[in-house]
């Protein structure tokens, strides 16, 4: 009698799999079958075998990446917002995606142009050679997919944030399911998956002011008189982070650049690209000057000065 028990509870054991098996590929046969051994006769008896069939278990989850809000500026095009589709269940996916703004907090008039595109290199930047345009995606089982979400910012948009969600929706339906163990059924945990991104409208802009010096008696342009002109730049509208600035500005027409004249910060540049922050082009007529990664909090405030010479001829 004890192995007779012993038989009904592992069969039962393994029936339990039949309802929730997961990380197995689904339509995978399981086959159980015990044996009886009757020591004294020196016999074994071998039980009926119980089968079942795995499951499909149909699970996507969408989840935005980004930190924080993505800060943008007016007129901004292809702004990315980051996104990672997970196929969490156990059979191949095909997936549909789609766009929704969402209507509150909003700009006015929304983000324009959205396209969703599969970053293949998961590097988070849009290449547009390497990175489709997609609206749905096959995904194997225990795998997941890194997405880009692009928009183009209004001109002159009203409010300061805005919702922008990407929707995935599997394409597997789930069935009621058969009595029999061997049938194949689709169990849906998660057929839809939605996650909301935000972008955020800066708060603080980039300023240039420009100036002129004039190097005259009386304050007037002759042959051989000296401008110098100063630029001021400066973090206009409260605290933020404006990456990897450069400027850039031309020689006036009727004068010509003094050499060695640029300055930034009161520190000399050389007019050569070489290792400093400064360059000036003879041909294009042109400063170049890198200012780096402008970093804006209090009681911290931006404020370069670029300085240059020029001569009238």
């Not at 119980?50 to 007016?74: M, T």
Request: proline fraction near 6%; aromatic fraction near 6%.
């Amino acid at each position: 009698m004890r192995s007779r028990i012993w038989v009904i509870a592992v069969v039962a054991f393994f029936a339990s799999l039949h309802l929730w098996a997961r990380g197995t590929e689904a339509g995978t046969v399981v086959e159980n079958r015990a044996v009886l051994i009757l020591r004294e006769r020196n016999e074994t008896i071998p039980s009926l075998p119980d089968r079942f069939v795995v499951d499909r278990i149909v699970d996507i989850q969408i989840a935005w990446d980004d930190a924080q809000a993505v800060e943008v500026s007016p007129s901004e095009t292809d702004r990315i917002l980051h996104f990672t589709l997970r196929n969490d269940g156990n059979a191949e996916d095909n997936i549909s995606l789609s766009h929704r703004h969402r209507n509150t907090p909003v700009f006015t008039p929304p983000p324009a142009n959205p396209r969703i595109i599969l970053d293949r290199n998961r590097n988070g930047i849009y290449d547009a050679d390497t990175d489709p345009l997609i609206n749905s995606v096959v995904l194997p089982p225990d795998t997941n997919a890194s997405l880009l979400l692009l928009c183009d910012i209004p001109d002159s948009p009203e409010g300061n944030r805005s919702r922008e969600a990407l929707v995935a929706r599997s394409d597997a339906n789930a069935t009621e399911g058969p009595d029999r163990q061997e049938a194949l059924d689709v169990v849906v945990r998660s057929g839809r998956s939605r996650a909301v991104g935000t972008y955020r409208l800066r708060d603080y802009a980039l300023k240039a002011v420009k100036s002129a010096l004039i190097h005259s008696d009386d304050g007037a342009l002759h042959t051989g008189t000296r401008i110098t002109y100063t630029i001021v730049v400066t973090i206009e509208g409260g605290a933020g982070e404006i990456d990897d600035v450069e400027l850039h500005d031309s020689i006036p027409e009727g004068s010509v650049y003094v050499p060695g004249s640029l300055r930034l910060d009161g520190t000399a540049l050389s007019d050569a690209a070489d290792g400093d922050a400064g360059r000036y082009d003879s041909k294009a007529r042109t400063i170049f000057v890198r200012l780096g990664d402008l970093i804006q909090h209090r009681p911290h405030q931006v404020r370069r000065v670029v300085q240059f010479d020029v001569r009238i001829p």
